[in-house]
Structure formats: C-alpha cells, structure tokens
C-alpha cells in the first residue's frame, strides 16, 4: 500500500470516528440529533456538574504527579546551562512589523470605540496573524531559520489544515458543551467565515512555538535522554488503545461530565494506534530511548499559546466562555486552572498534524508518491 493511500485512509478513519461514534452514541440513547448539528451552536443541553473538591484534588494530584519530573528536569537544565547559544542576527524587520500591528490589533481588541465598532468582533485573527511573525522573527533571530522562510509552501498550507483540524474540536465540544461563544449575533455562512479565519492561525502559532523553542536548544540538555519508556506488544496496545477511544467517542455525548476530556485525548490516541498498527513511526516512538524533547515542546508550544489565546480572549468583544464540570474553579483568564492541562495533548497533536503535512510537502517538492506517514 502507497503512503499516500495510507495517508488517506488514516484521515478517513480518523474523520468517520470523530464525526460518525458521538452522533451515533446520542443516537442510541434516542437523545434528539438535531440540536447536536445546529448551526450556529445557540442552544445549552448539557448540564455541568458543580464544582467538587474531591474531583478537583484528584485531578490536580494526577497532573502534577505527571508534570512535576519534567518540570524538575526542564529547571535543572535551564540552570545547569553554563552557556547559552547567542543569537546569530538581530531581529527582522518584519517581527518588528509583527510587534507593531500585534499592539494595534491588541488595543482594538480590548477598547470600545463606536468608529471602530463594526470591526470590533474580529480583532483576533489580526492578533495572532502578528504573533506568529513575531514567533518566526525569533526563531530566525536565533539561528537564522523559521519555516515563514524555509519552507513558503508548508507555511501556507498550514493555515487552511488548521481551520479543518480546529473544526474536528468544535464538532466534538457539541457534545460536551465546555466553551461556548458570546458576542454578536451572525447568521450560519457570517459565523462559518468568521470562524474559519482564527482557526486557521493555531497550527501556524504553534508550531511556530515549538520551532522557536527547539531553536533553543535548553530543553535538549535533560530531555535527549530522559527516561525510556518501551512497549512489549505496541499492536496489541494500539488495538486495545483504538476499542477504548472508539467506545468513548460513542459515550461522550451521553456521559459527558466523565468522558469530556476525549474531546482533547481521543485524536491523539486514534492517530497513533492507526500509526502503530500500520508500521508506522509516531511522535511516542522515540520513548523508547529515552527522547522526551519533541513531546516536551509541543506540550510546552500549546500551553504558551493557550495563556495568549486566553489572554486576548478575555476583554475582548466577541469572546468564549467555559463550563467545565467538577473542576471549574481558580479562573486564569476564561479558563479554570486544570483546564489548563487540556493544551498538553494538543500540543501533541498539533506536531502530529504538522509532521504528517510536512511530509506530504517533501514528497511532493520531491515529485515522489509521499512516504508512509
């Protein structure tokens, strides 16, 4: 089988399980359909849980007994560094550019001024279209590199693969309802358009963070060789991992105050099963020597962005608010504070999606079928 075709049928999978298990878990337990496909989202069904000590304890030891080894380790690198790599050029025109419009866009984001009224509610993609030339002027600041420059191609394309991706994530919260959007009233083809454009500026910011971070090189002092972490039967683990995602995509709509964070774990986890199971080398392969630097940048990349994205959200004019059940307590920002480690996964799955079309660029600058992704 070509990579190309085991490209395809991955996505395709992919795609049926996301869309086709919560529609048909809702489905079955004879819950009405077609609130779950309104457009836009306007009506609340799902009713959160209140705020639980015992949940949230429990949580918060789970994720700091997760993080605090690599937290621990990134301080000690960062510490034991005697010397710190110099940047190689000043920074570019163009990241000066990126800081000027991103202070503009961000003081028109959060004023009110009657001129500028009918623009307010889509200030964000302005905001992050400047963040991510800023975030590849450091980059090239530190080593004379970013993939703005290096690689046009897969830069651009990066953009609409986010929109797509980002819009798998909305389809999933209708059925547990943790964000919903406040501001003005659009009708169904406004709120597509006006959606689709800041969605298509994640992959890009963070990637973009990932790349800045790697260009670093202070995470490889601990991380390279981290702690192992190998697999005696990856298949039957892949087949074990893909039965358990696919049972709670067809529950989430029906229990969502337990199942909500597949909404956030579930790619992650169907991708790389699909990987394991076809042969195929994935972000967790290299575990099993003890190489947590990729893992540990994408995670980073995502909770970066996510305080950004958080911040700029919150005085905003046209905005999200959250509703997570258990745990909705200590707000940084719109977000609860565990809320938080939800950006860890994507992280992950945001390197996934970007190696994939990476590659897919390569093989085709290269006029070859693209390699098994």
Not at 50 to 76: E, N, R, T, V
């Amino acid at each position: 089988m070509s990579g190309i075709t085991h490209f395809f049928l991955k996505f395709l999978i992919l795609a049926a399980m996301l869309l086709g298990l919560p529609l048909g878990g809702v489905y079955w337990a004879r819950y009405p359909v077609s609130r779950y496909l309104e457009f836009p989202p306007k009506t609340q069904y799902v009713y959160h849980e209140p705020f639980s000590w015992i949940a949230f304890a429990f949580h918060a030891f789970l994720i700091s007994a997760f993080l605090a080894p690599l937290i621990i380790s990134a301080y000690q690198s960062r510490k034991e560094l005697e010397t710190r790599t110099r940047p190689s050029r000043p920074f570019p025109w163009w990241g000066w550019l990126g800081l000027v419009l991103g202070a503009m866009a961000w003081v028109m984001a959060w004023t009110r001024f009657e001129w500028f009224a009918s623009l307010q509610p889509h200030t964000f993609t302005p905001l992050w279209l400047s963040f991510i030339l800023v975030i590849n002027g450091l980059c090239f600041r530190h080593n004379g590199h970013c993939m703005m420059l290096d690689r046009p191609l897969y830069f651009l394309l990066l953009f609409p693969v986010s929109s797509a991706f980002w819009w798998f994530f909305e389809y999933l919260n209708r059925f547990v309802q943790n964000w919903h959007y406040i501001g003005p009233e659009f009708s169904s083809w406004e709120y597509f358009w006006y959606a689709t454009l800041p969605f298509s500026t994640v992959l890009p910011a963070v990637l973009g963070i990932r790349d800045w971070i790697l260009s670093t090189h202070w995470l490889r002092k601990k991380f390279r060789n981290f702690r192992s972490m190998g697999i005696a039967r990856p298949k039957v683990l892949a087949v074990l991992t893909l039965a358990a995602s696919a049972a709670g995509l067809a529950g989430i709509g029906v229990w969502p105050n337990i199942l909500f964070p597949l909404v956030w774990v579930s790619p992650l986890l169907i991708i790389i099963s699909l990987q394991t199971l076809m042969g195929e080398s994935h972000i967790l392969c290299e575990l099993s020597a003890g190489n947590w630097t990729g893992i540990v940048a994408a995670a980073l990349a995502a909770v970066i962005c996510g305080v950004f994205w958080e911040m700029w959200n919150y005085f905003s004019l046209a905005k999200w608010e959250y509703s997570i059940p258990f745990v909705h307590r200590y707000q940084v920002f719109e977000m609860p504070l565990l809320g938080y480690a939800g950006y860890l996964p994507f992280g992950l799955e945001c390197a996934v999606f970007g190696s994939m079309l990476e590659r897919v660029v390569s093989a085709k600058k290269r006029n070859e079928d693209p390699p098994i992704l």
